[in-house]
């Protein structure tokens, strides 16, 4: 009898110890949020296997999972989910996941008013992992509501750009969607950032020049959003100024532009201004690989931000920025070429045009990929009606099936008309026998 006992103590030892080894970690386990506002917060999940990651919630209380693994949120008292736009998290690293968390204003003034009504300050981050063969993992990070001081992680919570040289025209939304400006002419910049905690805001400001390929949306992220090995492989563009300030606790923060002098405005054409904003170390928004067993150090997870970085776009030459005036009512924005299912040649030179819309201050052409993949986007000022694509388009095609379209815009950026999209196919080239 002691002997099946004995052996029934060491498998259950062999048991346990299996499931602690395959049980998946979080770094950090606990982090301060702000009470009143939105906070980001970098996390790095680890010993992930086979598991892949589900849905999150944020309650006020857990309890064990059992029959699964870990702790969940007790029903009832759930605040809320991350909403789908600001998940940018994947997989990452030595069999980890990088999870960058948007804690929305309205769970934090949730749990806020559970805590003045006498509950726990604390809440909670609960991310469900799940597995066609092992039982579901709940982890949980616990979160505490702080002020907006130094403890709280170095998040960006919003960030918006316009033209001017500080806020004013832009803080009344007065700033014109594309700025046109003369050959020569100068185009003053600047952000107005909001924040959480306290840190080193430091970056570059680039410029997409005519005939760039766009950012794609991953692009546009800062790189403290992005896995660590994912860093520094985003696509660079011309710089033209670079920045480097701490911003105390207070929220708010007015970032100039670069200089007047380093911003193209010689070659007519479409520009687009970018703000990169690189990781800094926040040690309340620093991440342990180590600890997590997904690699080895730490990641340094300040100016994190759940969304992509807005651009700025102006037009050298064929325009001014004035109000655009009105349109008959009878008048309507139609296609010309390429006709309904037009094949060319895969390495031909593709040209767009439609017709004019007295209305219009710009038109923005818009071309799809067959998955509906933004791939090419032009804006042109009033009276262009005809766009000659890069010679880059071809190389974005995939099978060589397209689709654009043209929407034909105001100054304030208000949508006038827009057509139906009309399809497209780059065809390859056939050796001649």
């Given at each position: ?98 999870d960058v968390v948007s804690v929305p204003a309205s769970v934090a003034r949730k749990a ?322």
């Amino acid at each position: 009898m002691k002997k099946f006992t004995a052996i029934c103590g060491l498998l259950l030892f062999i048991a346990t110890s299996g499931l602690a080894q395959q049980e998946i970690r979080v770094n950090p386990t606990s982090v301060n949020v702000y009470s009143q506002g939105a906070t980001t917060v970098y996390l790095t999940y680890g010993n992930l296997g086979n598991y892949r990651p589900a849905e999150t919630a944020w309650c006020g209380e857990v309890m064990p999972a059992a029959p699964e693994i870990g702790s969940r949120c007790v029903p009832g008292t759930i605040y809320g989910t991350l909403p789908g736009r600001f998940d940018i998290s994947r997989r990452s690293g030595n069999n980890g996941y990088t999870d960058v968390v948007s804690v929305p204003a309205s769970v934090a003034r949730k749990a806020y008013q559970a805590a003045a009504a006498g509950e726990n300050s604390e809440f909670f981050y609960v991310r469900r992992f799940v597995s066609a063969d092992s039982p579901d993992q709940f982890v949980a990070v616990t979160m505490r509501l702080s002020g907006n001081g130094a403890g709280v992680p170095f998040s960006l919570t919003d960030v918006q750009l316009g033209f001017g040289a500080s806020a004013g025209p832009s803080a009344t939304g007065s700033d014109p969607l594309v700025l046109f400006v003369e050959p020569g002419g100068k185009v003053p910049i600047h952000a107005e950032i909001k924040y959480t905690g306290a840190g080193r805001l430091k970056g570059r400001w680039e410029v997409v020049r005519p005939g760039d390929p766009l950012p794609e949306t991953r692009d546009l992220l800062t790189e403290a959003s992005l896995p660590v090995e994912e860093r520094g492989t985003q696509a660079r563009f011309t710089q033209i100024g670079r920045f480097n300030v701490f911003l105390p606790p207070g929220g708010r923060y007015t970032l100039p532009g670069p200089l007047l002098s380093q911003i193209p405005t010689q070659v007519p054409g479409q520009y687009l201004v970018l703000i990169r904003v690189e990781a800094s170390d926040d040690r309340e928004n620093d991440s342990s690989l180590s600890e997590v067993g997904a690699g080895a150090g730490l990641v340094h997870g300040g100016a994190a931000a759940g969304f992509p970085m807005p651009v700025l776009r102006y037009i050298v030459g064929g325009g001014k920025s004035t109000p655009a005036v009105p349109a008959p009512t009878a008048e309507k924005l139609t296609l010309l070429i390429p006709t309904e299912n037009r094949a060319l040649p895969h390495n031909a030179t593709v040209e767009f045009a439609w017709t004019e819309m007295t209305a219009a201050a710009l038109y923005r052409l818009e071309v799809e990929d067959a998955s509906g993949k933004l791939i090419l986007s032009a804006v042109l000022p009033r009276g262009v009606t005809r766009y000659r694509a890069p010679s880059w388009l071809q190389d974005k095609t995939g099978d060589g099936n397209l689709r654009w379209r043209v929407l034909a815009l105001d100054q304030t950026g208000t949508l006038l008309s827009e057509t139906a999209r009309r399809s497209l196919r780059l065809t390859a080239n056939k050796r001649q026998p």
